[in-house]
């Protein structure tokens, strides 16, 4: 709980220190649209890995693999035995997914406070 409030106040920082650097002011406008820059990089980011750890890309990347090796470099057994890409690249995707969200939803607010 500990680790997620100091990386949601790290992304916060984020958005503000974005602010500052893209338009030279703090507006809630520009709060909330770096804010969904944010957001939606993180749950871009983590649909991404969830996707990869899922094994959609495993034959693909086998047959990458396969392909651009060096002539020689695998036997038929070495080919078969690849490790795919979802037991490579092993996230969980939970914590950013719940980053991303929380930082969605003060976006959402931020916007709400906006329009009223």
Known sequence: MKKMLSYLLATQAAVLALSLALQKDI???NYINNSFYIA???LLVSLLIYTINSGFFDNISKSFRQ???PKGSYTKKEKEELIPLSEIISVNTFPLAMLGFINLLLMLIALAIYYL
């Open 27 to 29: 507006t809630l406008l």
């Open 40 to 42: 939606s990089f993180l």
């Open 67 to 69: 392909i651009f090796a």
